[in-house]
């Protein structure tokens, strides 16, 4: 008995082409190179907010160890001599000195070369290679090119300045500016009062 075998035809279109195929693949790839693009700059975007982030941190412990200072020693403008002594006019490019970094930590604030055993200039040491960005790796807190200055001003009760010297309110204020280069100059300023402790 004869076997006859039949060919279907198909009516309805199965499966792709190769030009369909390749139509799907280019729009697929133009679209992941859009958004691949955006991943530099969500990245640039996060390196700046957390280098503002570190900065404000900075200057906001800065502020924290000026409040802890003797209040008529604020005004000071410091010296190479006496770089430890005052803040007004302070900029950690020059003052302290010299410093290597990292600085010890309060583990080692206590140095045997002092006759009293404490480093009255530890608190500046410290957040000025705080501020180095080669302190960076070690403390996480440095900025590239990253430096402090500090301003202290006499207020009067109203809020407005008072330029005289020595101070003849209880009152300062204290401006700490912390500067940095990434790309463009960059900098932070927080301004606190400081008020006399009785």
């Not at 369909?20 to 700046?48: K, W």
């Not at 410093?99 to 140095?111: I, K, L, M, N, S």
Request: aromatic share 8%.
């Amino acid at each position: 008995m004869p076997v006859f075998v039949t060919r279907r035809r198909r009516t309805g279109k199965a499966g792709l082409t190769l030009i369909e195929l390749l139509f799907a693949v280019s729009i697929l790839a133009f679209v992941t190179l859009g958004v691949a693009g955006m991943f530099p700059a969500a990245y640039r975007s996060v390196l700046r907010g957390g280098q503002v982030t570190k900065a404000v941190q900075l200057a906001q412990s800065m502020a924290d160890m000026i409040r802890m200072e003797p209040f008529d020693d604020l005004l000071t403008v410091p010296t190479a001599a006496n770089y430890y002594k005052g803040f007004n006019g302070y900029d950690s490019r020059s003052h302290p000195p010299s410093v290597a970094c990292p600085y010890p930590d309060p583990t080692q604030r206590f140095q045997p070369f002092s006759p009293d055993g404490y480093d009255p200039g530890h608190n500046k040491k410290k957040w000025r290679c705080s501020l180095l960005s080669d302190a960076g790796d070690v403390s996480g807190q440095g900025l590239p090119g990253g430096y402090g200055t500090v301003a202290v001003a006499c207020l009067n009760p109203d809020g407005t300045v008072n330029a005289t010297n020595p101070c003849s309110t209880d009152l300062l204020r204290v401006s700490i500016t912390v500067n940095w280069q990434s790309g463009p100059s960059r900098s932070v300023v927080v301004t606190t009062n400081v008020a006399r402790h009785e």
